[in-house]
Structures are given as C-alpha cells and as structure tokens.
C-alpha cells in the first residue's frame, strides 16, 4: 500500500502545534512556513 502525503497540511500542522505550545514563536514559524510554501510554489513540489 502507497501512502502519498502533500507537505502543506503537514507543515501546516507542525507550525500549528507549535504556536499552540510556545505562542512566542508564531513570527518565526510564520516566517519559516510562509518561505518553505513560497519554495514549494516555485518548484511544484518538486525536490
């Protein structure tokens, strides 16, 4: 059985998770997932 998985909702959910646990972090991980979703726009998801 394959298991085919889309890093957004993935990385969505880390980021998520930890604002909920360190709310003083919200600017970096928005920082980091806004750069890593821009890098994924660019390449199709490709890597």
């Not at 059985?1 to 980021?15: G, K």
Request: hydrophobic share 70%.
């Amino acid at each position: 059985m394959q298991m085919i998985f889309s890093l957004q909702p993935l990385i969505a959910l880390i980021a998520g998770i930890l604002i909920l646990i360190m709310p003083r972090l919200l600017n970096l991980v928005v920082a980091i997932y806004l750069i890593v979703i821009g890098i994924l726009g660019l390449t199709h998801g490709r890597f």
